[in-house]
């Protein structure tokens, strides 16, 4: 008998509580349908009953019938509460009122307004049994971290009588599956544990135990032979997060403009705030990323100190990133990001000076063989008469002519003299200057 009772459980805790389409009718001036009928799943001693018909709805009658056929009760306040009265479900205003707990055969009469009148045997169940809830699980603390890792979740387990709708706390003895889901830094599911639990007589529990993680908990009564008609309850899931502990990474870039084809140096220190303080993260792997260069290290490994250092020949301006990455649930990811500037190449690969009568033309070209060109390069002519001390004559764009970047003007100056070109970087290419060439003074 209890494993029948059990099984019947199983499949109450879901609440199907319907019986197929009752095709309960009678021909007047209409039809009516008693589709199905059973508890109300908020309120398990209500009766909810879903008709359709023809002509509206004017009475509904319910019959409780016990399992040797006699009537435990009726009940004819019926209001809608879904639908219209041609097709809507009808539920009880008052519960249903009998001495024991159980699960009982539902008979409906049902009358429209033009006086048709139907009875339907067997349209569902009353589920008269106790609904379990609980209490909101509370944590001795809503963290943990490093060193205060010992929580004490507790709950209580209560009961929601169906004939009178009292929600009371339930008893001795009533067992609790509390379940443990361990969560990992992104939230995800690590593990799971489990404890098996008893209420004390005023329905209460607890559970202590000392986390290895972030933990989501939740606790279940689950249907007892022990307890014959008491429906089996989850809790609400209560998380208590893992706090973690702030991490560092520091980068220095040297240096921090470098000539291409030279290579600089990224070091730094990874350190955690431990329960004593700062201390160094040691002989871990940090993750490396330079921008714009293939073949750059992509990890690094500190030391017993938590420094590290790592070198290598950039192809572009760009920046690096180094990062920990941890999967202990206690401590904070962290990274950070430096910047570095390659300055390309650049130089001049002729000069010319010609006179011109009181001019002197001034052409050559510039030349970029780095990976890069910048996008409108000048040459800065200057003259000399001692070639020592120089002054700016001229500045004139270089255009791309097929060899080179081309650049010239002609500049008045009768005096003799010695001329040159120079080019200015900036921030990311390097200074340039050309040979000088002595020109005579004017006829």
């Known amino acids: 008998m209890r494993r029948i009772i059990a099984a019947l459980s199983g499949i109450l805790v879901g609440l199907t509580l319907i019986a197929g389409p009752q095709p309960a009718t009678a021909r007047s001036l209409g039809t009516i349908t008693i589709n199905w009928s059973g508890s109300d799943e908020g309120d398990l001693g209500k009766i909810r009953v879903s008709t359709t018909s023809d002509q509206p709805i004017a009475t509904l009658k319910a019959h409780v019938i016990s399992a040797t056929g006699g009537e435990l009760a009726t009940i004819d306040d019926f209001a809608l509460t879904s639908g219209t009265s041609t097709n809507g479900i009808w539920t009880t205003r008052t519960r249903v009122q009998l001495t024991d707990l159980g699960t009982y055969r539902i008979d409906v009469e049902a009358t429209d307004t033009e006086g048709t009148h139907v009875t339907a045997e067997r349209t569902g169940q009353l589920i008269y049994m106790v609904k379990t809830v609980f209490d909101p699980l509370t944590p001795s603390r809503a963290t943990v971290d490093y060193t205060h890792r010992h929580v004490t979740v507790k709950g209580r387990l209560y009961g929601i009588w169906p004939g009178s709708g009292e929600r009371k706390p339930l008893g001795q003895g009533f067992p609790i599956s509390f379940g443990i889901s361990y969560l990992n ?24 135990l000392t986390l290895k993680m972030g933990a989501e908990f939740r606790a279940t009564y689950p249907y007892s032979n022990d307890h014959l008609w008491y429906m089996s309850g989850t809790s609400d899931k209560l998380i208590v997060k893992a706090k973690e502990s702030a991490t560092e990474v520091t980068a220095n870039v040297a240096p921090a403009r470098v000539n291409a084809g030279d290579p600089l140096t990224v070091s730094g220190l990874a350190r955690w705030r431990s329960p004593a303080g700062w201390q160094p993260i040691p002989d871990t792997k940090l993750s490396v ?33 180094v990062a920990y990455y941890t999967e202990d649930p206690f401590k904070a990811h962290a990274s950070t990001t430096i910047a570095f500037t390659v300055a390309h190449p650049a130089s001049f690969t002729n000069l010319t000076a010609v006179r011109e009568e009181a001019e002197v033309v001034v052409s050559g070209h510039l030349a970029f ?75």
């Open 185 to 208: 830094k992104t939230g995800g599911y690590a593990g799971f544990d489990h404890a098996e639990l008893t209420t004390d007589a005023k329905g209460r529990f607890r559970h202590s």
């Open 289 to 321: 990323r330079v921008e714009n260069t293939n073949g750059a290290p992509t990890s690094v490994t500190t030391d017993a100190q938590g420094r590290y250092s790592l070198t290598f020949v950039p192809y572009t301006t760009g920046t690096v990133t």
């Open 369 to 443: 063989t780095g990976s890069s060109t910048p996008a409108d390069p000048e040459a800065i002519i200057e003259f000399s008469t001692d070639g020592t001390t120089w002054a700016t004559r001229s500045t004139r764009p270089a255009y791309w002519d097929g060899t080179g970047y081309a650049f010239a003007d002609a500049i008045t100056e009768p005096a003799a003299g010695h001329w040159r070109a120079r080019f200015e970087g900036g921030e990311h290419f390097q200074d340039a200057l050309s040979q000088s060439v002595q020109v005579g003074a004017a006829q």
